[in-house]
C-alpha cells in the first residue's frame, strides 16, 4: 500500500525526468494511441538516459488515472512487448507490470507500468536517437550520441583511451615518463610501447600514440589534446565571480603533475584556522587527502572525447566544486559510487596505478591511485569528518559530474 501511495503522489506532481503518463486509446483489442513508433521513441529515450517508468493509463495532461478495461490488458501488455522486441534497436530489456491504482471515482482500476533501466546499449527507435531531457524526450545531435555511443561502448569496441592519435608519432612519447612504468631493464621500442598500449595502429597498420599514453607519457599532452586541463581558480566569497578571484591557474603536463599541481594549488589558497591551547592543532578548510582522490578520480575518469571541456576545479570560501566532463559511465550512479566501480579509461587507471606519487605530496598512498575501491568513500569520510557535511556528487545535463565538498567552518566564522 505504501508504494502505491507514494506513487499516487508522484503522479499528482506530474511528469518529470523518469515518469510518463500514457492515456491508452482502443479499437477492439487494437491499441490506436499513443502511435506504435511515438511510444517506442519515449522507451528508447528512458533507456538512452537514466531510466525510468511509463504509466499507461494515465492522462498526461489532467493526471487522471484513467486505466485500462480488464479484458484489454493482455492485448496491450502484447503490444508493449512488441515494440520493445521488434521496433527499437537492439531490444529493449523492460519490467512490465498490471498493477491497480485508486482512479477518480476511489475505485481501483487496472493500468500497465513499464519500468526502463538505464542501459549498457545506444537504442535507436523509429524517430532516430533521443534521449530524455526533463518530461520530455530530445533527439540527440552528433556530439551527444558520440559520447554515450564512447560511454556504452559494447563488447569488441576499443576504449577512447586505448585509440590512437593521428598525427601524434611515438616519438612524441618521452622515454622517461614512459619507463615509470617498465622494469629498470626494459627496452623501449616499439613493441613494448604497443604491449603497454600507449602506441597502437591505426587502420592502415601505422603506428600512432594512444591517448592513454599522450595523456601519461607526453610533457605537453594539451598540443594534441587541448581539452586534457584543469582549470584551477580560487574566489574570496562563495560566488563564482571574476570580481572576487584570488588566484589561478591552469595544470598541464602528464595527469600525475596535473593532479600535485591543483593539489598544491588548493594547498597554497585554503584558510588554515590553529586551535588555542598548549599544543597548536591545525585545521583546514579541506581534507587534502579527500582533495587528492577527488582530483585523481578526476584526471582517470573523465570523458577526454569532449572536445573544449577542461576539468574544472574551484575553490569557494565555504566549499570546493570539482566539475569533471562526462556522464557517469555505464550503470554507475551517484548514490551507487561508494559501493561500486566502473572504469570508462581501463588504460589510464591501470598506468595511474603504476605512477608512484612524488614525496612533497600525499605521503600516505606510494601511487596514484589503488585498485581498492576506496577514493569516493574517503572523500565522503574525510570530508564530512572534517566539515560535519557529507559532499554532494550530482550529475549535470548528463554531460558532467559534480562534486561539491563543504568547508570546515573556523571560529571568525561562525
Not at 477492439?28 to 531510466?51: C, M, Q
Not at 492485448?75 to 530489456?93: H, M, R
Amino acid at each position: 500500500m505504501q508504494d502505491v501511495d507514494a506513487l499516487v503522489k508522484r503522479i499528482r506532481l506530474g511528469e518529470d525526468a523518469t515518469l510518463e503518463f500514457k492515456q491508452v486509446l482502443l479499437d477492439r483489442d487494437k491499441v490506436i494511441g499513443p502511435t506504435r513508433n511515438a511510444f517506442a521513441d519515449e522507451l528508447a529515450s528512458f533507456a538512452n538516459t537514466r531510466g525510468g517508468t511509463v504509466l499507461m493509463g494515465v492522462d498526461d495532461k489532467s493526471h487522471a488515472i484513467t486505466g485500462i478495461p480488464i479484458e484489454k490488458l493482455d492485448a496491450v501488455e502484447s503490444w508493449v512487448q512488441e515494440i520493445c522486441n521488434d521496433t527499437v534497436k537492439p531490444p529493449l530489456d523492460a519490467l512490465i507490470r498490471k498493477i491497480y491504482l485508486p482512479g477518480p471515482g476511489g475505485d481501483d482500476v487496472p493500468i500497465i507500468r513499464v519500468d526502463l533501466s538505464r542501459s549498457l546499449f545506444v537504442h535507436k527507435s523509429p524517430g532516430g536517437y533521443f534521449r530524455r531531457v526533463g518530461s520530455a524526450k530530445r533527439e540527440m545531435g552528433t556530439d551527444v550520441l558520440a559520447r554515450l555511443l564512447q560511454e556504452r561502448s559494447q563488447s569488441r569496441v576499443i576504449r577512447f583511451d586505448e585509440s590512437p592519435v593521428s598525427k601524434a608519432s611515438p616519438d612524441c612519447l618521452d622515454d622517461g615518463l614512459v619507463r615509470r612504468f617498465l622494469r629498470h631493464d626494459a627496452v623501449v621500442d616499439l613493441a613494448m610501447l604497443r604491449k603497454l598500449r600507449v602506441v597502437a595502429d591505426d587502420e592502415n597498420g601505422a603506428p600512432w600514440a594512444t591517448v592513454g599514453g599522450i595523456l601519461l607519457c607526453t610533457h605537453t599532452p594539451e598540443q594534441w589534446l587541448p581539452q586534457a586541463r584543469i582549470q584551477a581558480v580560487s574566489y574570496a566569497g562563495t560566488r563564482r565571480d571574476i570580481n572576487y578571484q584570488l588566484d589561478a591557474r591552469d595544470c598541464g603536463g602528464p595527469l600525475d603533475q596535473q593532479v600535485i599541481e591543483a593539489l598544491h594549488f588548493a594547498c597554497r589558497n585554503m584558510r588554515v584556522a590553529a586551535s588555542k591551547g598548549l599544543a597548536r592543532l591545525d585545521r583546514p578548510q579541506f581534507s587534502e587527502r579527500a582533495l587528492f582522490e577527488a582530483l585523481v578520480n578526476a584526471v582517470a575518469h573523465r570523458d577526454y572525447s569532449m572536445a573544449g571541456a577542461r576539468i574544472r576545479f574551484h575553490l569557494f570560501q565555504d566549499r570546493v566544486e570539482l566539475h569533471v566532463p562526462g556522464a557517469l559511465a555505464n550503470t554507475l550512479t551517484p548514490d551507487s559510487m561508494e559501493l561500486r566501480q566502473y572504469s570508462r579509461n581501463e588504460l589510464i587507471v591501470s598506468l595511474l596505478t603504476r605512477c608512484q606519487v612524488p614525496d612533497q605530496s600525499d605521503g600516505a598512498r606510494s601511487h596514484m591511485m589503488e585498485r581498492r575501491g576506496d577514493g569516493v568513500p574517503i572523500i565522503l569520510n574525510d570530508s564530512r569528518q572534517l566539515s560535519g557535511h557529507t559532499p554532494e556528487y550530482t550529475v549535470i545535463d548528463e554531460s558532467e559530474l559534480r562534486l561539491i565538498m563543504w568547508a570546515a567552518q573556523h571560529e571568525d566564522e561562525r
